[in-house]
C-alpha cells in the first residue's frame, strides 16, 4: 500500500479538483520555504493539502520522511488532516497535522528527562491555565519586589497579555540565572517560573510555558533537533498571522538555519543530509484575529528576516458568490488600502438580496423569525440546516436560549459551537482526533451497513495508532482485527440498550479494544482522560430515554451534523456556510470594538466572509449606526447594503 507515484513531477496533477491558480501551482512546486498570502475562500486548506499530494506522490518527500502541519487550531489541524486523508489516503499515514501546543507538549513529555540540569522537571506536571486576577496579583507583587530602575517597565504590563508577550517572548536560557536580571522582561518571566515551575514537586504549567520548554529541549539537544528535521524536511504552517513570539521563536530553532540556500534542500534530503527544512507558511494578515493571545503585528516580515521564502499571492475566491466578494473588497481596503480585489470562482447561481441588513424590536422576534426563513428557505430548496450558521462577535449563550426553541418549533436543531462539554468545547470536542475514533468504532458498531467513510476514518487511525503505515500485509492484518473488534462491540451494544448509566460501559469498550496507552499517545499531548469525559458528558447531554431509542440515534444526536451552527467569530475562522446571520450589529456585542479598532474590523471580516451565498447582518438597536461602531456600519453603506425593519410576519426573500 506504498501509493501512487508520480516519476515525472511535471507531469503531476491535482488530486480530487480539476486545477489550481497560477500562484497556487508555483508556491506547490516550490523547492524553497514561501509564503503564501490568501484571503478568505482562497483555499489555503486545499492548497496544503493539494502540496502534501505533490511531495509525497511525486517522492520529492520520500519515505519514511514525514510533512508536519502545525496549526493554532486543534480544528484548522483537524480539517487539514482530514482533507489530506481524503486526497490522497494511501500516502496520509506520513502526514501529521497538530497544534502548535499539541507538538510542542508531546516533545516535552517524550523527551522531558533532556531538559538542562537548571531547568529539569523536578516531578509530573499540572497544566493550568491562570486567571486574569491571579496574573494582576503576581505583577503587583513584582512590582513592590523589583528593583526600582525596572518598576516602570513593569508597571506597564498587561495582565492580559503578560503571558504570550513577557513570559512567551523570553527564550530560556541554558542555565537558569540565580541572581535577579536587569531587563524587565528577563526579570519578570524568570520570576514566573520561580514561582511556578522551580520549587514545585508538581510543577503549574500553561501552554506558553510548555511551548518555552519545548523550545529550550531542541537548542540544548542537537540530536533530538537533526532527528526531527531529519523526520519532517516540510512543514507546514496555517493561519501564520495567529502566530504568537513563543511559537516563532519554537520554529526558528527547530527548522531555520541562517545563511543555508533555501532551494537546496530536498536533493540534500535524499542523501539524508537535512541543512535546512523547507518551511510553507499560509495566512492572511488581515484575518489576524488573535491578537489578544499574543499574535504578532509583523509575523510575515519576521519569518521573512529568518527563512528567506519565495512570496506567493492566491486572488481567486472559491467559497463566495461575486456579489460578496465585492463586499469583501470593501472592508479589506479598510484593513490594507493596497488589497488586490479577488476573483469569484464560486459556481453559485445568483441569490436574492445576496447581503442584507435586519433590524428587530427584540432577541426574541428576531429568533422566530429568523428561524421561520430557515426553515421556510429549506423547504424551498435542497439546503440542510448545517448550511445555515450563526455567527456573533461573542455573548452565544446570551443568544442560545433564544434560538434553540424557535428553530425547535420548527423541528431544526441549533448545536452552539462554543458550549462547554467536560472541560473541552463542543467544537474542539467534535474535531478532536480520539474523539472521532471513539465515536467512529461506536458508530460502525451500532450501524451494520452504509458507513464507508467512518470505515476508512476509523482504519486509518488505528493504523497510526498502530503505526502500520504502508505496509500492506499489516494493513489486512489490521481490518481482520477491526473487524472481528467491531463485531464483538455489536454484540455488547445488541445486549444493553442507551441509557444514561451505561455510557460510561460502552466508552470502557472501545478504549479496552484498541488499548488505553496507545490511545494515550495517540492523543497528541492533549489529556486522554479530559477527552474521554468530554465524550461521556456529550453522549449523556443527548441520550433522552425514549421506547424508540437505540444507539444509532444517540450517536446522531452526538455529531449533531445536520443543525443550524451557532458560533462566534473566532470558532467560525476557516469554516463556511451558504447563509450566514451575523447577529448583534451593535454595541452590545462589539463593545470592545474601540479598544482595539482594527483588530476588531479584522475580526469584523473575518465574521462575514464565512458566507458563500447569503449574509445577513441583524441587530436589536436601531440607533446602533450612530453608535460606537458608526465605521463598521459605514462600510455597509460604501456596499450599498439595503437594510429593513423586519417584523415576524414578513420574512424577507421568501
Request: hydrophobic content about 45%; proline content about 6%; some cysteine.
Amino acid at each position: 500500500m506504498t501509493g501512487r507515484l508520480v516519476k515525472d513531477a511535471n507531469a503531476w496533477r491535482p488530486v480530487g479538483i480539476d486545477n489550481l491558480e497560477p500562484a497556487a501551482w508555483q508556491a506547490l512546486r516550490s523547492t524553497g520555504s514561501c509564503s503564501v498570502t490568501a484571503g478568505p475562500g482562497a483555499g489555503k486548506t486545499e492548497l496544503l493539502a493539494q502540496r502534501a499530494a505533490y511531495l509525497l506522490q511525486t517522492g520529492t518527500c520520500p519515505p519514511p520522511q514525514r510533512i508536519l502541519a502545525i496549526s493554532f487550531k486543534r480544528d484548522a489541524a483537524a480539517n487539514l488532516g482530514s482533507r489530506v486523508r481524503s486526497r490522497i489516503p494511501e500516502h496520509a499515514w506520513r502526514f501529521d497535522s497538530m497544534t502548535f501546543d499539541a507538538f510542542t507538549k508531546g516533545l516535552v513529555d517524550r523527551f522531558r528527562l533532556a531538559l538542562p540540569d537548571s531547568w529539569a522537571m523536578p516531578g509530573e506536571y499540572t497544566i493550568r491555565h491562570p486567571s486574569r486576577g491571579e496574573i494582576r496579583s503576581f505583577l503587583n507583587r513584582l512590582l513592590r519586589e523589583a528593583p526600582w530602575t525596572l518598576r516602570s517597565e513593569i508597571q506597564s504590563f498587561d495582565a492580559e497579555t503578560f503571558l504570550p508577550h513577557v513570559v512567551g517572548g523570553w527564550d530560556l536560557p541554558l542555565v537558569r540565572p540565580e541572581d535577579p536580571l536587569d531587563d524587565p522582561v528577563a526579570f519578570a518571566a524568570l520570576e514566573w517560573w520561580n514561582r511556578h515551575y522551580v520549587p514545585n514537586n508538581q510543577p503549574l504549567l500553561d501552554f506558553i510555558m510548555i511551548n518555552r520548554l519545548g523550545e529550550l529541549l531542541v537548542r540544548a539537544t542537537p540530536r533530538l533537533r537533526r532527528a526531527l528535521r531529519l523526520t519532517y524536511p516540510f512543514v507546514f504552517v496555517d493561519e501564520f498571522q495567529d502566530t504568537t513570539a513563543a511559537q516563532l521563536s519554537f520554529l526558528r530553532t527547530l527548522f531555520a538555519v541562517p545563511g543555508a540556500d533555501p532551494g537546496s534542500f530536498p536533493r540534500q534530503a535524499r542523501a539524508g543530509h537535512v541543512d535546512k527544512p523547507v518551511v510553507t507558511i499560509v495566512g492572511d494578515h488581515k484575518q489576524r484575529i488573535m491578537g489578544f493571545a499574543g499574535a504578532l503585528p509583523n509575523a510575515f516580515a519576521a519569518f521573512a528576516a529568518d527563512f528567506a521564502p519565495e512570496a506567493h499571492e492566491l486572488t481567486w475566491n472559491y467559497r463566495s458568490s461575486d456579489h460578496l466578494v465585492g463586499f469583501h473588497h470593501t472592508v479589506a481596503r479598510r484593513l490594507d488600502p493596497s488589497a488586490p480585489r479577488a476573483v469569484s470562482k464560486a459556481q453559485h447561481p445568483p441569490a436574492d438580496e445576496p447581503i442584507g441588513l435586519w433590524i428587530f424590536n427584540d432577541r426574541q422576534s428576531e429568533a422566530q423569525t429568523i428561524a421561520g426563513w430557515i426553515a421556510n428557505d429549506i423547504a424551498a430548496s435542497d439546503r440542510r440546516a448545517s448550511d445555515f450558521a450563526l455567527v456573533a462577535r461573542q455573548k452565544v449563550a446570551d443568544i442560545d436560549p433564544h434560538f434553540q426553541p424557535a428553530l425547535a418549533h420548527h423541528a431544526i436543531r441549533l448545536r452552539n459551537d462554543d458550549a462547554s462539554v467536560g472541560r473541552m468545547k463542543l467544537q474542539d470536542l467534535l474535531k478532536n482526533e480520539v474523539a472521532h475514533l471513539v465515536i467512529g468504532m461506536l458508530r460502525l458498531a451500532a450501524t451494520p451497513v452504509g458507513l464507508p467513510q467512518v470505515w476508512m476514518d476509523v482504519t486509518a487511525a488505528i493504523g497510526r495508532i498502530r503505526g502500520t503505515g504502508g505496509d500492506e500485509g499489516a494493513a489486512r492484518i489490521l481490518s481482520d482485527e477491526l473487524t472481528a473488534i467491531i463485531v464483538a462491540l455489536r454484540a455488547w451494544l445488541r445486549e444493553h440498550q442507551p441509557a444514561p448509566e451505561l455510557l460510561a460501559d460502552a466508552l470502557k469498550q472501545v478504549v479496552a479494544a484498541i488499548g488505553y496507552d496507545a490511545l494515550r499517545r495517540h492523543s497528541r499531548g492533549e489529556s486522554l482522560r479530559d477527552i474521554l469525559d468530554s465524550v461521556h458528558a456529550r453522549l449523556q447531554q443527548v441520550t433522552v430515554p425514549t421506547p424508540t431509542l437505540d444507539w444509532s440515534t444517540v450517536l446522531e444526536e452526538y455529531e449533531a451534523a445536520d443543525a443550524v451552527g451557532l458560533l462566534t467569530i473566532h470558532r467560525s475562522k476557516g469554516l463556511e456556510y451558504h447563509t450566514v446571520f451575523f447577529l448583534g450589529l451593535d454595541d452590545d456585542q462589539w463593545w470592545a470594538h474601540a479598544k482595539n479598532v482594527r483588530d476588531s474590523t479584522s475580526a469584523f471580516f473575518v465574521g462575514l466572509s464565512r458566507a458563500a451565498q447569503r449574509l445577513v447582518f441583524t441587530t436589536t438597536s436601531p440607533s446602533a449606526r450612530a453608535g460606537g461602531i458608526a465605521d463598521l456600519y459605514d462600510l455597509l453603506t460604501q456596499a450599498g447594503i439595503r437594510e429593513r425593519v423586519v417584523s415576524e410576519q414578513a420574512w424577507p426573500g421568501t
